[in-house]
């Protein structure tokens, strides 16, 4: 088992940035590939970010390339999303996720355990 924790939401203005982090406990991580989704509310969970096992290889949702980027430290355990230039439409809970392969991955169904969530609220 997996167990992911996610950190850094907060309140921003636009145009601001955050630093979401999620910390893995249970089992390494080094395997799988690392994912970001979020959820608005009334919305459907939309992926954001996906990164692979190495960190080689990065996937992004087109409303966010160029402003958010996606990294790992697999001697730590962790994965973050760098955030910048937010936008109000980026208001979300953002979840982190833990796939069932190593390559990139967009769909929810790729990924094997979730964490609880952290709120991101962009005001303008």
């Known amino acids: 088992q997996v167990q992911l924790v996610e950190s850094g939401g907060g309140l921003v203005q636009a145009g601001g940035s955050l630093r979401l982090s999620c910390a893995a406990s249970?089992?390494?991580?080094?395997?799988?590939?690392m994912g970001w989704f979020r959820q608005a509310p009334g919305k459907e969970r939309e992926f954001v970010a996906t990164?692979?096992?190495?960190?080689?290889?990065?996937d992004y949702v087109d409303s966010v390339k160029g402003r958010f980027t996606i990294s790992r430290d697999n001697a730590k355990n962790t994965v973050s999303l760098q955030m910048n230039s937010l936008k109000p439409e980026d208001t979300a809970v953002y979840y982190c996720?833990?796939?069932?392969?190593?390559?990139?991955?967009?769909?929810?169904?790729?990924?094997?355990?979730w964490g609880q969530g952290t709120q991101v609220t962009v005001s303008s």
């Open positions: 249970g089992r390494t991580i080094s395997r799988y590939a």
């Open positions: 990164i692979s096992w190495n960190g080689g290889s990065t």
């Open positions: 996720a833990a796939g069932v392969y190593g390559r990139t991955l967009k769909f929810g169904a790729e990924y094997a355990y």
